[in-house]
């Protein structure tokens, strides 16, 4: 996609991003704030001036792609794949990158098979809660997988 960019998320850009999320979610600056302080890479997808999806590299204790999503209209583009090989570059000088993906989304896990990722066989179960896009807050438990990938040095 020509006019695809992902980059590291600015100052600048919080408060458009911001500005599309649901009241009380406050997940970018949240994201921004953890990436200023070195937990992770706040990498977002932007076509033109709109974000258009995001993902977070965090980088303890092996750089891991968490909160991987795309705007549904967005979907089906190379969005996705061009954020996880934006992570991928990211973490250039790991030996290898981990993405968990839910048993419940073999979507996501079929992409990630796609670009590489096998299986490690540890699981995770957690729960999270999230505000949807009505305003709603749900709490949610589930269990992922860990899926690697080998990143050449
Ligand atoms: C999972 C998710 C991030 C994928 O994002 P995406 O931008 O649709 O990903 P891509 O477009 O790179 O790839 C998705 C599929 O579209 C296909 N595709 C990519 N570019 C395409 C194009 N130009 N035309 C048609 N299909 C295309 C890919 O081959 C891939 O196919 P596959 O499902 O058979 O592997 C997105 O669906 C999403 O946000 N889902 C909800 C949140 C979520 O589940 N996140 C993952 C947490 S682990």
């Not at 992902?6 to 850009?13: D, G, K, L, N």
């Not at 949240?30 to 993902?55: K, M």
């Not at 992570?87 to 030996?95: D, N, P, Q, R, V």
Request: charged share 30%; aromatic share 8%; glycine share 8%.
């Amino acid at each position: 996609m020509d006019d695809l960019s992902v980059r590291r998320c600015t100052a600048r850009e919080v408060a458009r991003i911001a500005a599309g999320e649901a009241e009380g979610k406050d997940y970018a600056r949240r994201t921004f704030a953890r990436q200023s302080a070195g937990e992770c890479a706040y990498l977002v997808a932007w076509i033109d001036d709109e974000p258009v999806g995001s993902g977070e590299l965090e980088w303890a204790p092996v750089p891991e792609l968490k909160n991987l999503q795309v705007a549904a209209t967005h979907r089906r583009h190379g969005i996705g794949s061009a954020i996880v090989a934006a992570a991928e570059a990211e973490a250039a000088g790991f030996t290898r990158i981990w993405i968990g993906v839910s048993e419940d989304n073999p979507d996501a896990r079929r992409l990630y098979e796609r670009l590489g990722y096998t299986p490690t066989g540890r699981t995770e179960t957690y729960s999270y809660t999230y505000v949807a896009a009505d305003g709603a807050t749900h709490a949610v438990t589930e269990t992922a997988e860990y899926l690697e990938k080998r990143l050449a040095r």
